[in-house]
């Protein structure tokens, strides 16, 4: 009885707070003409789990074209555009993918099981919306949750484990197959963007459309102002769930960089919970640098070189030391012999859930710095990064 109250209660608030979002979220935001405001939500909002990149790509084909003296195509399906044809090579590297499944098997009642790609905590699955991509379009989807009177709960009052479902209405397999839908289809996360209080942002995937977004900016700045290198901006694919980071690797191979960035989102540990050896940076704090991750030890006269960069901009500079995190720097990194790279993050809360948040001025930072890094990487200062003579 204590726990049906409980979960009544429960229900009660979640759908006053449901409300209250309604009302706060249909008010036109003051920033719904902000350039950046749009990127990002174009760019998180858009599907694109591993393996099945198109809408991304899209995105950022069109808007690198205008910008770039070339763009091409790597063999997995990475794009890649260039600025500039003489001086010291420069990868700025984002991967388009996000977290998400693929469709497994229909069940004879109309659901279907789920093969989830990328790292997702089993917390994040239930009572989410998906969009599936079938061969008619997409089909809108969720993943059920027990209903709370009839969850069934082990000896101890624990909630039993739940198998996971996608739900899109369908009461049979004929009638899910009528959709459009089989084994194989990608399935995407379904998260509006929304603007938070204090500038912060809310959406899904911005593991790593937010890294595709400061490649754009830094594009945009370098189409109108000089550098002393060749640039080489690429989104690449396959990067969540896999250990060799594929399109990072093939791109990597076409371009041979000189010095290899990774734009990635940073960790921050400041909502109630883990401890603080668990990671260091905060929202709003400003970009991050990753020190160490399971793919990476960074080049250490690079990493000596970016701080010294942020200091000269007045740009705050947080570190990450994440032994559960690795990024595509770890398959640049191995390539044509080795390539000092490192990894710049922009702060993100939730990376691989459906609801993650981020500062715009942790992005904006992010731009600037990654701008006047470009700036001072010459011939004579990329030469020095990449020598190891004692
Ligand atoms: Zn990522």
């Not at 994040?124 to 089909?139: C, F, H, T, Y």
């Not at 049979?172 to 996360?189: C, F, K, R, T």
């Not at 640049?332 to 939730?350: E, F, Y």
Request: with cysteine; hydrophobic share 40%; aromatic share 6%.
């Amino acid at each position: 009885m204590r726990r049906l109250l409980f979960s009544f209660h429960i229900l009660l608030s979640l759908a006053g707070a449901c409300r209250a979002q309604t009302q706060s979220t249909s008010q036109p935001s003051p920033q719904s003409h902000d350039r950046v405001v749009q990127l990002l939500k174009e760019l998180t909002e858009a599907p694109g789990p591993p393996g099945s990149e198109e809408s991304v790509r899209k995105i950022m084909t069109e808007r690198m074209h205008p910008l770039a003296d070339s763009v091409s195509y790597d063999g997995l399906g990475s794009i890649i555009a260039q600025q500039g044809n003489a001086g010291p090579r420069i990868m700025l590297d984002a991967h388009m993918d996000e977290l998400g499944g693929m469709v497994r098997r229909i069940r004879p009642d109309g659901f279907i099981s789920m093969q989830m790609l990328g790292y997702w905590l089993s917390a994040a699955l239930p009572d989410q919306r998906w969009m599936i991509i079938g061969s008619k379009g997409p089909v809108l989807a969720v993943t059920d949750i027990w209903d709370a009177h009839i969850a069934p709960h082990d000896a101890q009052g624990h909630l039993q484990p739940q198998d996971l479902f996608l739900d899109t209405g369908a009461r049979s397999a004929a009638e899910v197959q009528a959709l459009g839908i089989s084994p194989g289809d990608p399935v995407a996360p379904v998260s509006d963007f929304a603007v938070l209080a204090n500038n912060r942002y809310l959406s899904k995937a911005w593991d790593d459309r937010v890294g595709c977004a400061v490649i754009l900016e830094v594009m945009r700045r370098f189409a109108k102002s000089p550098h002393p290198n060749q640039i080489f901006y690429v989104g690449t694919v396959q990067e969540e769930g896999s250990i060799e980071m594929r399109g990072a690797a093939t791109s990597a191979r076409i371009i041979n960089p000189d010095v290899g960035f990774s734009l990635e989102v940073g960790i921050p540990n400041d909502v109630p919970g883990p401890g603080p050896e668990a990671a260091q940076e905060v929202l709003g704090g400003g970009p991050g640098m990753m020190l160490y991750s399971f793919s990476e030890l960074p080049n250490r006269n690079l990493v000596a070189h970016v701080k010294k960069i942020a200091a000269d901009q007045h740009i705050p500079l947080q570190f990450d030391f994440v032994p559960g995190f690795g990024d595509d720097a770890g398959a640049i990194k191995l390539n044509n012999g080795g390539v000092p790279v490192t990894t710049v993050l922009v702060p993100a809360r939730s990376t691989h859930a459906h609801n993650g948040i981020i500062d715009r001025t942790d992005f904006d930072r992010t731009v600037d710095l990654m701008v006047a890094l470009i700036q001072s990487l010459d011939a004579s200062t990329v030469a020095r990064i990449k020598s190891f003579a004692p």
